[in-house]
């Protein structure tokens, strides 16, 4: 197998175009070495391409073109050991990539989705079983980072010649690091439909991208193929609405609102060309399920968001369904209230977070200020509205804290959830801490978790007018203030699980 790398001759760069397998050839004009990349590694002596100036690199294996109906693709979901359950819906993600690659000839994909482990001998058994192919996509947050490192890794002491792309929130966010950590091949930054698609059309002409890769959302989101469903045993999901098993979907992708702690961005939140699918598209989707499933979940950023979102609720009320979605406070008027719950929705999730103005406009909420009203509005048509709020932002006080959760326990919200800011990666206060006093004191991210095993949570920040002792008090006075005033733990919801 010949490897052909621009003109070089340091044995480290040409070593980097190629991190697995043994004894391969690697060739230039100016240098022929035979190495073993995989000895080198273990080393230390393979830099991440990037280093070089190569952000979106390829590797040229004159071995011949691969055939698509002999490859065999499986596109992985790590599980992750810091929550009670971590199996409540299936990866849409990968659901989509699963759609997009067979309506382009790739017919053998499979979904391994390792979420439901319940120990950490049952974990690795489930990374030990990992099918063999002949080309990997893996997901991940930075809970489960860990454990898409792992599953790598086995696979690389299994299938050396295997190719691994790893994308999600986490190496969307952390892309650099991801590259010279993780040990896959490929690096996809953002949507990863058609970028993931082109990785394996190179391995398939027999030229391999790596490095990053910057995937381009498509600007006409109606022309994705609706995610494969049957890829996935839906029984085996742990999320209800009203008792009842929930299919999870979305009318649009990305928000156009860019708050400084919200994960979102990593993906896609914070631009302010957010697409949105038609409402025949949508309706289309729903109907080919609405045989087997009434109840349903829109995973929109802001559902509340779309400019025809009058249109859209109107022909989702002709089939009849029951669904919940998370809205925006300032968008629950008494028109949109009132067709949402014609429609069939029944729960609503806003963001307050915090009811201390300073606090909002620095994180980038300050245009909700004064629709807290809108609660009651909504819950006035019929709709349960749940509320999630922050402790330890930047302005937050004794004082402060005790005031606006006094207040918030006055709103008429039916149910709440609390967390600490979490600076996740991508974020701008993960990337940026400083400018909002803060000092980043834990980056383990296996613990970035809002609610994690028998309730514990993170608390990684130390601000300069207080430490996270102090955080973890705000939580707990918060969280009785607003149990006092009548407003059940989300834990604890009879309606959304």
Not at 251 to 277: D, F, L
Not at 404 to 414: E, N, P
Request: glycine share 8%; proline share 5%; charged share 25%.
């Amino acid at each position: 197998m010949i490897i052909e790398a621009p003109r070089v001759n340091n044995p480290r760069i040409l070593a980097s175009y190629y991190r697995h397998g043994y004894g391969q050839e690697l060739k230039s004009t100016e240098a022929k070495i035979n190495i073993s990349p995989v000895s080198l590694s273990s080393r230390g002596l393979i830099p991440p391409l990037r280093d070089h100036g190569f952000s979106r690199g390829r590797i040229n294996i004159k071995e011949g073109n691969m055939k698509k109906s002999s490859l065999k693709i499986v596109l992985i979901n790590p599980p992750s050991n810091c929550v009670n359950d971590d199996r409540v819906e299936p990866p849409l993600g990968l659901l989509y990539l699963a759609s997009n690659l067979r309506g382009n000839g790739y017919r053998n994909v499979s979904v391994c989705d390792m979420s439901g482990s319940r120990s950490g001998l049952e974990i690795r058994e489930r990374i030990e079983s990992v099918p063999s192919a002949d080309i990997y996509g893996i997901t991940c947050l930075c809970t489960n980072y860990q454990y898409a490192k792992d599953v790598i890794r086995h696979i690389r002491s299994t299938n050396k010649l295997a190719y691994v792309v790893i994308g999600g929130p986490n190496p969307s966010g952390t892309p650099e690091f991801t590259c010279d950590d993780s040990g896959a091949d490929v690096v996809v930054v953002g949507e990863g439909e058609d970028i993931f698609k082109e990785c394996i059309d190179s391995f398939v002409g027999g030229s391999r991208l790596t490095g990053i890769q910057n995937g381009v959302g498509r600007k006409d989101i109606d022309s994705y193929a609706f995610p494969a469903r049957d890829l996935v045993d839906f029984t085996t999901y742990s999320r209800e609405l009203m008792g009842n098993k929930v299919i999870s979907l979305l009318s649009s992708r990305g928000c156009k609102h860019h708050c400084a702690h919200c994960n979102s961005v990593v993906m896609g939140g914070g631009n302010r060309i957010v697409r949105y699918r038609s409402a025949d598209n949508t309706i289309e989707e729903i109907s080919t399920m609405r045989g087997s499933y009434k109840y349903y979940r829109f995973d929109d950023d802001h559902f509340t968001g779309n400019p025809n979102l009058e249109e859209l609720l109107m022909k989702i009320k002709n089939l009849d369904i029951i669904f919940r979605i998370f809205a925006r406070i300032e968008d629950l008027n008494e028109k949109n209230s009132r067709l949402l719950r014609e429609a069939g929705c029944v729960h609503v999730s806003i963001g307050l977070e915090s009811l201390y103005p300073p606090n909002l406009r620095i994180i980038g909420k300050k245009s909700q200020v004064g629709y807290e009203e809108n609660v009651q509005i909504a819950k006035s048509n019929g709709l349960v509205v749940r509320s999630s709020f922050m402790v330890g932002l930047p302005f937050d006080t004794d004082e402060t804290i005790g005031q606006s959760f006094t207040r918030a326990a006055r709103l008429g919200l039916d149910e709440f959830a609390i967390y600490p800011l979490i600076p996740y990666p991508g974020t701008t206060i993960a990337k940026f801490p400083e400018r909002f006093g803060y000092t980043i004191v834990s980056e383990d991210f296996t613990d970035y978790v809002q609610m994690g095993k028998d309730g514990r949570t993170c608390f990684a920040l130390k601000h300069k007018n207080f430490d996270p002792e102090d955080v973890k008090r705000w939580l707990k006075v918060a969280t009785k203030i607003l149990k006092s005033g009548g407003v059940k733990h989300m834990s604890e919801s009879e309606v959304a699980k």
